[in-house]
Every structure is written in C-alpha cells, then in structure tokens.
C-alpha cells in the first residue's frame, strides 16, 4: 500500500534558532513548508527580527523547496505596524501566547481586552490569528476554561481566522462546529495519547508537552476528527525540540519532537482507520483551502515498509529524542 | 511555638532492603514506629521472610527504639497460613495491591473474588487488610473507580479492618464517612500538591507517585479533614525512596520521599491551620486507639526554627532527593 501526498504542509512546528535549528530543521524537509512558531529567546515580535529568522531557516534547511509561514509573537499592534507585518514576504499571522503558558512566552498577552483593537484591524486586514489557548487553571482544565475566550473571539470578530493551536479536548471541536471562523490544528500525539502514557506507568517526560495530554474520550474525539476528514482540522505537529539532556531531567521541558516521523505515523494510524483518502486534507488540503496557502510543490510517498525511529538525532552539539525512539513505525516515507 | 508528640508513627512506609535499607531506615528514626510495606523483590510473602526482613531493618536502625508494625503481601492465604502469621512476633496485617498498580506490585490480586475466603477469616480473626486501592483505568480515576471495591468489602466483612492506604480524593474521604469498618492513610504531599505541582509547569519527577496527586478539591478536603481531627485518618507518609538516578530519567518510578521532613512540614501545616492540638491524633493517637497499638515510648519536640532540607540523602552508594531538596521548612524536630 502506498500514497503520494501533495506539499504536505505542518501548521505548527517549532524550529528553535541557533545549533538546535541546525539539527532539527533538515528534519521537517519531507514537509513542503510549515507554519513557524515565534516563542525565540527574545520572541520574534517585528518583520525585521521575522526575516531575518527565516533567512536563518532556509539556510538551515538547505536545497529542499520548503515554505516558511512566519509568524509573529502577539503583542498589541498599531495599524502601520499590522501593515507593515502583512506586507513583509513570508508573513502569515499573529502567534498569541497568554503570559506565562508555555516555552518562552512571558511576553505573552496578561489582558485580552487590550488586545481586542489590534484584532479589529486584523480582521479587517484578513491576518489570522493563531491562539495557545490555554488558562492558569488546573491544568486538566486549561483548554476547557480557554474555551470561552474563543467563543468571545469568535463573535466579537467574526471575519477574523482564528486559529486554535493544538487542540486536545472534544470539548474543542465542540465549539469549533459552533463557528465558521474557527478552525483548529492538531498534533500527532494527541491522535494517539493520553495522559496515561505520561504519568499513568513510569513518568514518560518525552511525552510530556503543552498542553498536556487528556482524557481517552478526549484523544478519541481528535482522532475520529482527523480521520474522518474535519474540514477545518489541520495537522500542527507542535514539534518541539528540548535538549535531551532539559528532558530526562529534574523540571522537564514541555514538547514531544515529532518532526521526522510525523507523516510515515500520520499514514500509519490513516490506513489503520481505511481513512488514507482523508490524509491529504488534514496535512495539507484544509489548510491551504482555509488560508489560501500554495506552498512548494513537492510529492511525498508514503508506502507500508517499516521505518525504525533512531534513538535520537544529534548533529551540532545537540541531541533530540524523538516520540517512538528506538521503536518501528510500519509505515515509511519511500525516498 | 513548640509540641511534643508523643511516639510519632508513620502508618505506610517503604524501607527497601540492602543498601538503600541501610540509608533510608535511620532517617525514619524520629518515629517511634512504622508500619512496613512489603512490596520487595520478591515480595514478602511468609512470616519466615517478615521476621528477616525484620531484623534487616532493626539492624539498619541502629540504637532508637523503634517498633515495626510489619506486613505480608497479599496472596490467597489457608486458615493455616493466617494463623502463623497472627502469631509471628511483629506482623501487623496483609497489604492487597492489585496486579501490577505499582512498584513491584506483579504478584498481586488480580480477581478479589478469589481472595475472599482469606479476607472472612482474617476478618474473624481481627487481621488488618491494607489496600492500595486503585483500579487500571485511567490514572486520573483510579482511586475514584476502586471506591466501589472499597464498599463491597465494608459492607461484605464489616467486621474486618480495612485501611485504604494514601487516599487522594475528596469521593475517599466521603465514602469513609459511610463505613465504621473503613480507614484510611494519607501521605504528606497529598495534603500539599496537586496535579499543578507535577506537571502543571515543567515536569517535577520527584513529586510524580502512585496514586498521581489529584485536583485541587481533593487536596482541599485531604488536608481539611487531616487538621481538623478526623478521628479515622492517620499520618502514612508513604515515603518511597527510589535512586536519583531512576527518579530523573526516561521513565521515572513513581514515589515521593517525604520521611526525613515529615514531622517538621506536618508542624508548620498544622501550626497555619491553628491545628497543633490534632496533630498527636493524626500521627499516633488514632493509629493506637484503632488498631490497639503500644509502640515504642518517645518524645518528639518540634519547633518553629526552620529546617534546610538537603538537596540529597546519600550513603552506602546510594542517593536520594527528598521532598524540599535545597528549601527551607519553617517548623523542625528539636534535638
């Protein structure tokens, strides 16, 4: 059994900066571009900080075509400032982080309500927004008590593309059927996990992310939604680099490194569901029908012959252990 | 401020055996007693094995008295078998883990029915049964789906002593209030943390155990009952010493150890709640009256001077982080 999928595209990825981007980014060139997130240290926030950044990734990645979808660090904006971001090549929205949520995002927004005439000129601009939607709740909680905000977004601007990032609840794509201006990514271990495989036996660090894995009804609802083709579920791997050595250790970072085997295990768990036919609109269909996207043509093959996951990947002083280390994947890209 | 208490007891307890034995065991010395989980490799099984393992650790112990309330895992056991054990000097009761829930917990029960014929006749003849009680669903309602184990067998033996062992949820503490027959332990940090505190933020190993600490309600109602004097709840710590190297790695064993610190942080949590008079009830006097116990007379003064928690515990080649590595508890054990 095999498939071609056409310029799959990763509307979420991390691809860090320095050493780390070095090692990672060749190791997302089976994609033909991705959405890139701006939580650097400083946060990418201006056009200028953004082009060069993505200057960066291309020379990181090499000859492979491969689109960059940048993205800036949410702050408020004026509206020179959104039109300058809008007509900077390469923009393709606004990342908001509430303060403190994740990697890297102290910065982020404390007051929403401050945010809202930046997102008025958004939405009349048609710049999408990209939202880590998550509270300062229990965190069982977080996305379900974000979910008002979104709905609050969602008829306070109702042109304006919101994007939910990483969903992992059903309670999610409850209320993404609610509103035709929410659409919503998902990564590849919320299809499969739940926070049993984290902390249910011996604590798995190297699968601990944000938001963090939920309930089986919940990974359930993610994944009938992803096979059986959600027109506005998108695949974001949130593939998210630490250092090995920040991840097997006291106070692990959040993120699940994905990358490198995300479309052999997309097709994968496609074929298992008879739902292959479907692959193609969730890594690359929805999205570019959604924002309009044509990104680097590139034909990928994925055929049924085993892949066996490295333990770790390690160039430049770095090292990353990927989801499924040292396991086999039965599906495979075919090069 | 200060309190005396008089011969502290710690109701749940691992001491491991060999080298760790030989670390861990001196550093419980401030209590006049303990009552000691069985859950070696292999388990211990015979009084044969009870009375060695015993000796094992009065030797560890050195010189302060120290009375071991020792306990046999849990198997199918003959009226025989129940009678030489009642008889072996220093056995407190069987310890019941289901199969496979824990920390070299393999042996264990896999079908109750089976165990019931043992459980009438300990029953009649006044044997404990401590239980850790936790179902294979998921980790977050574990406890929650073992409650209705917990009532079949109250209402099936009420004469029989049942003690659910390190209770993390308010539905535990309710379903005691329904039963005269049940008991129940509670560790120190299931007073203190929540889900929040293991993985809410980065990922904290050291405070990552079985049960998983729950919401914020439970925490809530564990230390409200604990500080207002339930007369049924007593002070288990739990404390379950695994080597650092296992605590932050891949896969990190489950266990928090709490013994060297618990007398202190159990003073300055119930010296903020105003609770300083029920702490002699939590840590001894309800274990006495309940299960007729006479330990070892010792005098143990706390005070309000802090104490620094050090960042390891190592000797014999062994190491281990404690609650608290590297913080400062307000109250401590004056010598």
Known sequence: MEITLESPLDMHLHL???DMLKLVAPLSADFAGAVIMPNLVPPVTDPGAMVA??????TAMGDSPFTRYMTLFFTKQSEQQLTLAKETPGFFGYKLYPAGI???SEGGVANLAEAEST??????????????GESHGFVMDREAEFLGVY?????QFPKLKICMEHITTAAALDLMEEFENLCATVTLQHLIITLDDVAGGALQPHLFCKPIAKRPHDRDALLQAAVSGHPRLMFGSDSAPHPRCKKEACGCAAGVFTAPLALPKLAEIFARHHALDNLQGFV???ACRIHGLTPAA???TLHDTPMNVPTSYRSYGQQVVPMYAGEQISWSIKH
Chains 1, 2 share one sequence.
């Open 16 to 18: 860090r900066d320095g």
């Open 53 to 58: 950044y993505g200057e960066r990734i291309a």
């Open 102 to 104: 994740t990697t890297n």
């Open 119 to 132: 997102l008025k000129m958004m939405e009349e601009m048609g710049i999408p927004l990209l939202i880590h």
């Open 151 to 155: 709905k609050h977004l969602a008829q």
């Open 284 to 286: 690359s269909g929805n």
């Open 298 to 300: 590139k034909h990928v």
